[in-house]
DNA sequence: TCCTAATCGAGACGGTACGTCTTGTCTTGTT
DNA sequence: AACAAGACAAGACGTACCGTCTCGATTAGGA
């Protein structure tokens, strides 16, 4: 990675920090978490090694960062509010199925997996991330207003629920079988009552 | 690990294999998987490096077999079927909670979860171990045949669903919610209808 | 080392000058030339690292000019010359030997020797600053004027010779015979004719 | 430095060593002593850093035996004894000067000073290496029952005088005074009574 | 009974990465 | 303009493991 303007002192460089969590991504996605390296990423982002352990107290930091960057997803998880549970929550799913079906999006789950079970850090983002807290258990309360739920569903723990099984199934069974696993699911869990 | 009688020759020992796995799984416990090594194995087993790469092509392979064995589990996840499906699933949530609620569960989760997201072969095991496959599907099958359950109930996506919110929920947040956010979802999944 | 009053401005800072050279001559005192950083003369005369490159170009210049200004040996060379040249040879010895006799001064040598040998600057100084140029050699020309010495003898080479003697001895040996051998090397060089 | 036939195994490589040796003394010549670092000998010898710790404590250790092996020096110090003490020294003087006074002679010099002064391994094997112990001090011996020299000449301290004075005077002054200086001293030193 | 062959503990080998340290240059803001 | 402070790219330090290999000892089963 190419840095145009070296501009070093004794403030952080913006330039070196961004070299470095696009290197980051960029291996990441590459050769994934258990072959990301620091020397690596300092090599990736043609960047001194120092450089990065000062700013980042481990490998975890980095990706966490890059999670809340939103650098390891590209994607908009928050989807509409129709109206329809089911209908929004499978559009949601549809998003989070269509990393898991593109190319190496297996891998890039396991590898996501892998560094969040290594780094605390890491796993606190990872929910954030993929938008269960941000959308997901917001859109099930509304079902629970709304009587399309019942009042007593426990909204937070569905949310889990349904990414927990995608990710559980993802680490045996084959990509297909998951996502169609996912989709029964959420169909079942909130079909109308 | 001691061997006190060394006994090398020309058909697999059977003492060596007993010690390795032995280490792995005291080892996995005691320093985690990101922290266990072939060569820390070896020394604590008291065996060469080679009679592990030997019988095992890579660490994961080397916890599959532990988990297979359970040598990571010492407990007993079948539980009987007394008819009742919501009891009996609490009760098999109550020894998978007391493997998270012990001392050290909670890393012990986060090592049995890094492990499976490195290695397919771990990944492949887990659920098997942990008794999804085995009981929990199988039980909820039986309580569809009962009526107890909708028919067009998936079992399987359910259970993954259960297990996969301890999981993913154990990722981040604190112990105590992770179980009782489980026994309330397991509560609402399997209520009268 | 603390400088109470900070002083900055377009004229060199004496405080500066001082406090670096004072922690360079400490330094060397106490962890040797070979462990002596910048970074570390930096730190203990509280400066700024830039203030040490703007006015010396290497460590060698440092220690060059802590070595001209007698910040190493805060000890006197000069001898009076009582017309008995054994005798005034000795007692410069007897100066040069004090160092080498004191706690650490082996490794007092072997520091200065090793600044010498990576360094040119510091070589050219190191001489003079043992007062083989300004006092040995000046000696042994009077005592050749005096008849005391052989009307062809080297006086240059005999200086260097007897000071090459002490270090090249002190390399190896210990201490106690590297003194009793000087001595006795000067006894038989300017042994009555 | 290519190994042409990979010997691995629980005994110590010959061909590791001697790649090892012959990269050090390479890199001695070629970058002198101060920029001769451990990777540097690694990647010169085509080996892994470890094996080079395994079996060297330091770099000074490694240019111990490099020393002790004649690899630094390729010459030949002994000389026959003619009968004539001066004639044999200057001779044994000249085969020294040849080092000083070849391309980068000094330089070689300032290098094995500095490994000498800044390890005691190495100070210890100079002398030897120099043939001060082996021929210089010898032959003065002789020098001194053949009557050719004082009975009470310290012969010893001679030969540190001598090779010292050489050493010594390489630090500061140019070369050609150096040598030039070198054979008056012995000429004067070694003058028939 | 000997011989062949596979296994054992041990550990050296060429490598890669670790996290720390220092180098010499550069920048910031203060005096 | 000089200063204290310290970030920067670069790269060496010495350690830990990787996975492969060699070694000499040990032990089974076939000749």
Not at 10 to 19: L, T
Not at 23 to 42: D, K, M, Q, S
């Amino acid at each position: 990675m190419w840095m145009n303007e070296h501009r070093a002192g004794p403030v952080r460089s913006a330039a070196a920090r961004e070299a470095i969590l696009d290197a980051t991504a960029r291996l990441f996605h590459t050769v994934g978490y258990e072959n990301l390296t620091i020397e690596g990423v300092a090599r990736e982002a043609g960047v001194g090694k120092q450089t990065i352990y000062r700013w980042w107290r481990s490998r975890g930091a980095l990706i966490a960062e890059c999670l809340t960057d939103g650098r390891l997803f590209p994607l908009e998880f928050d989807v509409p509010d129709t109206g329809d549970v089911l209908a929004d929550v499978e559009s949601w799913l549809d998003v989070i199925l269509s990393v898991l079906e593109a190319p190496n999006g297996t891998a890039l789950m396991r590898s996501l997996l892998a560094a969040a079970a290594e780094d605390r850090a890491v796993g606190d983002h990872l929910g954030a991330s993929l938008g269960v807290n941000r959308f997901l258990a917001e859109r099930l309360s509304v079902a629970v207003r709304d009587g399309q739920l019942a009042a007593d569903a426990p909204v937070d723990q569905l949310g889990d629920a349904i990414l927990g099984a995608i990710i559980f199934s993802s680490l045996g069974s084959d990509t297909a079988a998951t996502a169609q696993g996912a989709r029964d699911l959420v169909r079942y869990l909130l079909r109308p009552a």
